[in-house]
């Protein structure tokens, strides 16, 4: 399964941890999307930067 994610809030001020996570993802700046697949790396990232991203799961 693959998801959409996309970045709708910056990162200024955010703690270095959000900021890692969301740089894992693949995201740099705002409004960047990414279509991944669907792993524990990935949703444990998602996990730590949820509140500046917006998710979709993709059905293929």
Known sequence: ?????K???GLA???EKQ????K???LKKLND??????N????????IA???LKVEEIQQ
């Open 33 to 38: 999307e990414r279509i991944l697949e669907k």
């Open 24 to 26: 894992s993802l693949g």
């Open 50 to 52: 949820k509140h500046l």
């Open 7 to 9: 970045l709708i809030r």
């Open 13 to 15: 001020g955010k703690s």
């Open 1 to 5: 399964m693959k998801i959409k994610v």
């Open 40 to 47: 524990p790396m990935v949703c444990g990232n998602i996990e």
């Open 19 to 22: 900021k890692q996570a969301v």
